[in-house]
């Protein structure tokens, strides 16, 4: 039944494209986008109830265990969530002229079709059409992110299909070394490949081999994670992007890059316990928060500087999982929920910003409190939240992280990790509030542009806030499921 | 047979890098796929094995036949200068290319213990081939040059994959194949766009965006 959540999207790409061509409608489009990105936030909470209740559900190279429950859990909320700020903020340009109906319907489409391949990746028991997924996720996206079709959009999207092209060839290679080790095992079958399987016999997987293969794969899809210093397509195809899109990207994609990356780590744990593949996690992490915490600081365009911000989170979750242990992991798969909620809040805000004043640069905007107040707030709630302030969801989980460094004994890290949280939080404080407080330069007219989108944001501020009070049942169970997947706890 | 086919591979990864011509890279690529798919067909003969048959026959068709011909089209259509532009000078390039190939048998020295008797060299060559697709997409300068680059890196993957595992499961292979063309194809797309925005394949143009 796992195919029903590949089919959805399908369907809701393929009827986008027939109301596009057929009926030239734009309501029409909005609709089925809308409600078919709906119909699977809805399917995938019951597979997750199920997967919650009954333990993972295997389906020949398709499978549902508690991380990809929870993986695919983010993925369609958050999908839902840009589906229906998309309405708000494509309709906008639309009604402004900056593209014709036919453009917006093939946004529609492409946007689907980037959602199949992100349900693909989590729901893929064979680790090559994860591969393929992943590398299906770089292609879909890519016409998302040249969209506007300007000189800069198009370098966006060519330094991004490029750079990531180049990553993932590598993470082909580390899963073709891991099949080698796996044949040597199991024999040639079709099941060699399938995560459940290579779990199975991970103990008599040849070491050597697993090794540079989870090498090749932590900077292969790291690179598609942004882990510095493979993180230089992020900031231009983010800053490119429409902003739903960026949304997406940087809330979800990367998630769906870093869960590849885990799937080995997992893998590895089991072959030679966590310390091998948990130090280069921890490394990379701790690498990319310095590169990101310098461009944070001098950034001056808000979509750059909210990209690298999705280095330096996306660093923060790798040395999460890197430190491993029970605090260490559930923090780390907490950190990605919260991401993305409070990365899209940031993105969307800033999106409305750029309806209204046609600007990215903080610099040229001021006031905001005065003439888009609405806006003004929800920057503000995204902006703490997203710096990691109570009573916020970030707070709780990087305070879990923060624990499970000091209580092994990891003090460097935990210093340096402390340190850096510190420097990030007035730059952000200063590039955000910069934009809310003070006098408009010009006389701007009051008003937001769409009500719509105030909701989605309010939706979003909402569940950080509960996020940072009390992590539902339901939810907690799951993460908590998901952590001990881990295993090698110390 | 099968090492010499392999070492055939390599051999055109270094003619490519000597190309100072876009059509003759794009013709060298075709040979090295074919020589891939040979490489495969007789990995097939060998196992026995007629999935690989398929994946032999979809690389001479898809890598050898059908995207150079993508290719080519491309070239003609937005009347790209014939120059390949290297940022670094042919000779120094191969040397670049002779240092990489050595490094690649260095890294797969320790792994090589491992492969069977049919593939001992094989995994150091496709490492040769990956590392040289990617040092002519670094070195060199049009857009079109940095896909075939791309695509010689899969060339190096694919035959590491057909000859340290006799084969990925084919619905993988299948996917690959579908992978690379779609990916070829999009490039083709954003290469006439480029083309059409800045009159010049020069992927010198990727410098407006910084910090």
């Known amino acids: 039944m796992i195919e029903l959540l590949l089919i959805i999207p399908v369907i809701t790409a393929a009827l986008c494209f027939l109301m596009n061509r057929v009926m030239h409608n734009r309501r029409a489009i909005e609709i089925a986008s809308t409600v078919g990105a709906g119909i699977l936030f809805i399917a995938v909470l019951l597979f997750v109830y199920k997967v919650v209740g009954e333990g993972a559900i295997y389906e020949g190279a398709l499978f549902m265990d508690s991380l990809s429950a929870y993986m695919l859990l983010i993925v369609a909320f958050m999908v839902f969530i840009g589906a229906v700020y998309s309405v708000g903020y494509m309709g906008h340009e639309y009604e402004e002229k900056a593209f014709g109906l036919g453009r917006l319907g093939d946004y529609y489409t492409f946007l689907h079709i980037f959602v199949f391949t992100m349900i693909l990746v989590c729901v893929s028991n064979n680790l090559g059409i994860m591969w393929i997924a992943i590398e299906g996720t770089t292609l879909a996206s890519a016409f998302l992110v040249s969209f506007y079709n300007r000189d800069t959009s198009l370098e966006a999207a060519w330094k991004y299909i490029i750079i990531c092209s180049v990553g993932i060839t590598l993470a082909l290679l580390g899963t073709i070394l891991v099949y080698a080790s796996s044949v040597n095992v199991v024999g040639e079958s079709s099941s060699a490949l399938d995560w459940t399987t290579l779990r199975s016999i991970a103990g008599s997987l040849d070491k050597d081999l697993l090794r540079i293969a989870f090498i090749l794969v932590l900077v292969g899809y790291g690179t598609k994670v942004g882990l510095a210093p493979m993180h230089t397509w992020l900031p231009d195809a983010h800053s490119q992007a429409p902003t739903p899109v960026s949304a997406l990207l940087s809330g979800v994609l990367l998630n769906c890059a870093m869960y590849g990356i885990l799937r080995f780590h997992i893998l590895s744990t089991e072959a030679m316990g966590p310390g091998f593949s948990g130090s280069l996690l921890l490394l990379f992490g701790v690498i990319s928060m310095v590169v990101a915490a310098a461009f944070i600081i001098i950034a001056r365009d808000i979509k750059r500087l909210l990209a690298y911000h999705s280095i330096e989170h996306m660093g923060i979750i790798a040395i999460g999982f890197g430190l491993g242990g029970p605090f260490g992991v559930f923090g780390a798969l907490l950190h990605m929920l919260n991401h993305a909620m409070a990365k899209s809040l940031l993105f969307f805000g800033a999106g409305n910003v750029l309806l209204k004043l046609k600007t990215k640069i903080m610099e040229d905007v001021k006031g905001l409190s005065q003439h888009m107040a609405a806006t003004a707030v929800l920057l503000f709630i995204g902006m703490l939240a997203l710096a990691g302030s109570p009573p916020f969801g970030l707070f709780i989980s990087e305070l879990s992280i923060l624990y499970a460094a000091v209580t092994q004994g990891q003090t460097l890290v935990a210093a340096i990790y402390l340190l850096l949280l510190i420097i990030i939080f007035p730059a952000l404080l200063w590039h955000i509030g910069g934009m809310i407080f003070g006098k408009p330069s010009e006389e701007v007219p009051r008003g937001e542009v769409s009500r719509l989108n105030i909701w989605v944001m309010v939706v979003l501020a909402a569940g950080l806030l509960v996020l940072g009070l009390v992590i539902p049942g339901p939810l907690a169970t799951l993460i908590g499921q998901a952590t001990s997947l881990f295993g090698g706890l110390p | ?211």
């Open chain 2, 1 to 211: 047979m099968i090492n010499g086919l392999a070492a055939l591979v390599l051999l055109c990864a270094f003619v490519a890098v000597s190309s100072s011509r876009m059509p003759a890279l794009v013709r060298t690529f075709a040979i090295q796929s074919l020589a891939l798919g040979m490489l495969a067909a007789s990995v097939a003969y060998f196992t026995g094995s007629p999935q690989i048959y398929v994946v032999a026959g979809l690389t001479i068709a898809l890598k050898a036949i059908l995207i150079p011909r993508m290719l080519a089209y491309i070239m003609k259509r937005i009347k790209v200068e014939k120059e390949v532009d290297p940022f670094l000078n042919i000779p120094s390039s191969l040397l670049v290319s002779g240092g990489l190939a050595v490094l690649a048998y260095y890294i797969t020295e320790p792994l090589i213990v491992h492969g069977g008797e049919l593939t001992r060299n094989a995994l150091a060559l496709s490492l040769a081939v990956v590392f040289i697709g990617f040092f002519i997409m670094i070195s060199r300068r049009k857009a079109i040059t940095q896909v075939v680059g791309l695509l010689i890196m899969e060339n190096g993957l694919f035959m590491a994959a057909i000859s340290v595992t006799y084969g990925m499961p084919l619905i993988v292979e299948l996917g690959i194949f579908f992978d690379v063309l779609v990916a070829v194809i999009i490039l083709g797309v954003f290469a006439f766009r480029i083309n059409n925005t800045f009159d010049s394949l020069d992927t010198s143009f990727l410098r407006r965006l910084k910090d």
